[in-house]
């Protein structure tokens, strides 16, 4: 499988250097020059693996087009910066991204670490999920109830998976924000109820199997018999 890489770099020196480093892992690099053109070219495209951001970028920085994508996908992302100090790191991390490289940065450790993600989205991608009758093509975010596709969307579809994997375990309200809504979400926790209750209405009569759990949580119950 092709790998693309979006690579968001004002410096046309590094950036390059980059670019190089993708090629030669056997990755394709795409080539955005600010932060505006990062979120173009990301919106635009429906097959990027990765993304690579800097954080110092004109007319919108790193954190700016992280958050962007964020609202709509939980794409693996790097972010790469001269602001390497214990900090920024945690700002990076908590704000979304996958990994947070400082510059200058050993090739060594960048090819470990780059190819470390790789890893992982290439399992993402050949993963398929079947509950009952839900089935998820993880590549693609495909959901398929009773063989009829429904949309969900981040929030919906990452709520469902989590769900899934965790398959007759309870789960409480605080577990399910801190792995979908991430530990620094300052929101209503009852939230969470809203999302559940309409994931339910979507997967039509497998919504039932998201029991409440009183005074607990949920738990995604699965009918050994549907499997078969």
């Given at each position: 499988m092709e790998i693309k890489i979006l690579i968001a770099e004002d410096d046309n020196i590094f950036r390059d250097l980059v670019c190089d480093i993708i090629k030669k892992e056997g990755y394709t690099p795409i080539i955005a020059c600010d932060g505006q053109e990062a979120i173009d070219v990301f919106f635009s495209k429906n097959d990027i693996s990765l993304v690579i951001l800097d954080v110092m970028m004109p007319v919108h920085d790193g954190w700016e087009v992280l958050k962007e994508i964020r609202e709509y996908s939980d794409i693996p992302i790097i972010m790469l910066t001269a602001l390497g100090d214990e900090k920024h790191e945690i700002l990076g991390l908590e704000k979304g991204a996958d990994e947070y490289i400082g510059k200058?940065?050993?090739?060594?450790?960048?090819?470990?670490?780059?190819?470390?993600?790789?890893?992982?989205?290439?399992?993402?991608?050949?993963?398929?999920?079947?509950?009952?009758?839900?089935?998820?093509?993880?590549?693609?975010?495909?959901?398929?109830?009773?063989?009829?596709?429904?949309?969900?969307?981040?929030?919906?579809?990452?709520?469902?998976?989590?769900?899934?994997?965790?398959?007759?375990?309870?789960?409480?309200?605080?577990?399910?924000?801190?792995?979908?809504?991430?530990?620094?979400?300052?929101?209503?926790?009852?939230?969470?109820?809203?999302?559940?209750?309409?994931?339910?209405?979507?997967?039509?009569?497998?919504?039932?199997?998201?029991?409440?759990?009183?005074?607990?949580?949920?738990?995604f119950e699965v009918k050994k018999n549907e499997n078969n």
């Open positions: 200058p940065f050993s090739y060594e450790v960048f090819i470990a670490r780059l190819n470390n993600i790789v890893k992982k989205v290439k399992k993402s991608y050949s993963d398929e999920i079947t509950a009952g009758r839900i089935k998820i093509i993880q590549k693609t975010h495909k959901v398929v109830v009773n063989d009829e596709e429904i949309k969900l969307n981040l929030k919906e579809y990452n709520l469902l998976i989590y769900l899934i994997k965790n398959a007759d375990i309870v789960l409480t309200r605080e577990q399910i924000l801190d792995k979908v809504w991430g530990y620094d979400f300052e929101g209503d926790i009852r939230t969470i109820d809203t999302h559940i209750k309409t994931l339910r209405a979507k997967l039509s009569a497998q919504g039932n199997s998201i029991k409440t759990v009183r005074g607990c949580g949920y738990m």
